[in-house]
């Protein structure tokens, strides 16, 4: 299993700054997200992710911590985001599981389109 925020440097490294359109939406290939696993990419700026929870059915959250704004990481065993910084839990729909986030993490529209994942 990766740790998604050890990826994160290489992600925004090998991703080209023009991934996502002029209205700010990120395209991304559903065979990046597979079935219980998560992809980390940059939604205006910032680390997003997006996982498949359940088959089908696709969820896009803000990376970021909702305590002190540490880059948090996916348990694909847990099925939960631990953030390294204060062990700060979340569920896979973003909510706060335990820890000292004070809200859940920024859930960000998804659509689908063929074989693509459209976040934004
Ligand atoms: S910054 Fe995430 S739990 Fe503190």
């Known amino acids: 299993m990766l740790a998604v925020a ?8 090998l991703m080209p700054s023009g991934q996502g359109d002029s ?7 559903r065979a990046q997200v597979a079935l219980g696993t ?21 969820v896009a959250l803000s990376a970021v911590c909702t305590h002190l704004g540490c880059i948090v990481q996916w348990q694909e065993e847990e099925s939960q985001f631990l953030c390294p910084c204060h062990a700060g ?11 000292p986030p004070p809200k859940p993490l920024e859930t960000l529209p998804v659509t ?5 994942v459209l976040v934004g």
Request: hydrophobic letters at 40%.
């Open 6 to 13: 050890a990826g994160w440097p290489l992600v925004r490294f």
């Open 23 to 29: 209205a700010g939406q990120v395209a991304i290939d």
């Open 38 to 58: 998560a992809h980390l990419f940059e939604y205006q700026g910032r680390p997003a992710v997006v996982l498949q929870p359940v088959p089908g059915e696709f």
């Open 89 to 99: 839990r979340f569920s896979t729909d973003g909510s706060v599981v335990s820890g």
């Open 112 to 116: 689908l389109d063929g074989d693509q």
